[in-house]
C-alpha cells in the first residue's frame, strides 16, 4: 500500500487508528509532498 497517495486526512486516520509516532507521520508528509513535485 503507497501511503502517499491517499489524501492527508485519511493519512491522519489511518496514524491515529494505528497509533502511529508524529515522526513517521511528519516523514510521510515529506514523502508525499516530494511525490507532489515529481508531478509537476
Do not use: G, W, Y
Amino acid at each position: 500500500m503507497n501511503l502517499a497517495s491517499f489524501s492527508t486526512p485519511q493519512i491522519k486516520h489511518i496514524f491515529r487508528a494505528c497509533s502511529l509516532e508524529q515522526d513517521v507521520f511528519d516523514a510521510l508528509m515529506l514523502v508525499k509532498a516530494l511525490k507532489e513535485v515529481q508531478v509537476l
